[in-house]
């Protein structure tokens, strides 16, 4: 018996053992577990929503500030008076969310750029998360299971209709076809 | 229920012994291959990370596992060399484990390193190549054939010359047959 066999088999004893004498604490660990995706994705909704906020409205702003101009609260990627803090805001209007929102091509990059400032105002409703494929389906958003999110989204979509995947991105991609 | 969530309880009430065994290689302490393995899972899951099947998520949980096993180790290390010398050992080896017929490869494993000991398990165990290992771990590939040649010294030390092969995986048997008359 060579090493890998023996360290298989030594492995399996101490499974076996476990499995005879497992505590009855799945249902906890899972708890855990479930109580530690929503506090971190909580964190991380609140890191992209300051970090939003700051690109939709600070950013403007100060760059207003800076360039001698009105110090007006704009939506973000309707203001083109700052190249560089227009930038930050593109990137974060091309995530995955909004596209998985808006999956017509033929809709202009504004509309979606219009609908930021609403993402990110709404701090309640948990749309904060919007870059973060994690941060959008996670607890923070659902207290509990009667509000699915997009992995149960993606199933109803996958069930509903064979041609679309459960990507959005590949959903995205699909589009095109049509034309 | 999410798909994160079924793949969460699948492999808590489905793969946690198997992940308990795998852990306590890497420990060689079964109270802390279990508290190792919770731990593992917890901080797969938590942080939203291999959400789509089983085996994406066990093998991110080994992953985690070694690394792990090898911080604590080492902190460990640590705080023993800060503990006085005259310290007694925290428990005695029983009679029955000393005849066991796994005592012998668990007390070569003790020899190890925690490096070694993970390296020795993930290729192994895993099977995984060194380049694998060496991603997984973060070190260099020469770092953990270092490592490898160095456990497979002490294993051979301890279990014999014919327990340790390190080119086994790279030989194909030859059987010899008689030639035609």
Redesign the interface.
Known sequence: M???Q??????????????MS?PED?AA??G??????M???SGVGAVAAAGAASLAFGGPAVASVLSGGDTQLAPAGTTSESTSTDESVTTTESDDAFETESSDDSTPPTTTSASAPGGVIDLTGGKTGEGDD??Y??DAYDDD?AY??D??Y??EVEDSDETHSDDSAETHSDEPDDD | MRTWAKVMETVVRERRPALVGYAYLMTGSRVEAEDLVQDAIVRTFARGRAKNSVVQAEAYIKRAIANEAINRARHRMVVEQRKPLVATPYSVPGHESMVSARADLEAALEVLSPRERAVTVLKYVDDLTIASIAAILKLSDGTVKRYLANAAVKLREQLGDDAVNLTERNTVPVILTESRP
């Open positions: 060579d090493l890998s023996r360290l298989h088999s030594l492995a399996s004893d101490v499974g076996n053992d476990y499995a497992a799945a660990l899972i855990k577990a479930r109580r530690g995706r506090v971190w994705t994690d941060a389906d996670d299971d699915d999110d992995d149960a993606d199933d």
